[in-house]
């Protein structure tokens, strides 16, 4: 079983930055993809990026490509999602995402509680 707790999130100026983290319980980080999901309000839960196991390979929608940036930390069995220039669009619950295995699939084993992010002035 895996755990994921998000920190950060909160209200957050159009064009401004923010820095989302997840930890995962347990001593399998390095086993885990990780990835990032969102849920704007009365829409689905849509893709946002995601990392490899192994830290190598990341993936992005197009629609935050070059806003974006996901890393991790095995260290601290931590991922982070970094978000600069934000728009209003962006407003959303964010999720942590985890599966086991060198890249996320759908439908995705493990869940964070998702903060929320609303982008407003």
């Known amino acids: 079983q895996v755990q994921l707790v998000e920190s950060g999130g909160g209200l957050v100026q159009p064009g401004g930055s923010m820095r989302l983290s997840c930890a995962a319980s347990?001593?399998?980080?390095?086993?885990?993809?990780m990835g990032w999901f969102r849920q704007a309000p009365g829409k689905e839960r849509e893709f946002v990026a995601a990392?490899?196991?192994?830290?190598?390979?990341?993936y992005y929608a197009d629609s935050v490509k070059g806003r974006f940036s996901i890393s991790r930390a095995n260290a601290k069995n931590t991922v982070y999602l970094q978000m600069n220039s934000l728009k209003p669009e962006y407003t959303a619950v964010y999720y942590c995402?985890?599966?086991?295995?060198?890249?996320?699939?759908?439908?995705?084993?493990?869940w964070g509680q998702g903060p929320p992010v609303p982008v407003s002035s």
């Open positions: 995402a985890a599966d086991f295995g060198p890249i996320i699939t759908i439908p995705t084993s493990y």
């Open positions: 990392i490899s196991w192994s830290g190598n390979s990341t």
């Open positions: 347990g001593r399998t980080f390095r086993s885990l993809a």
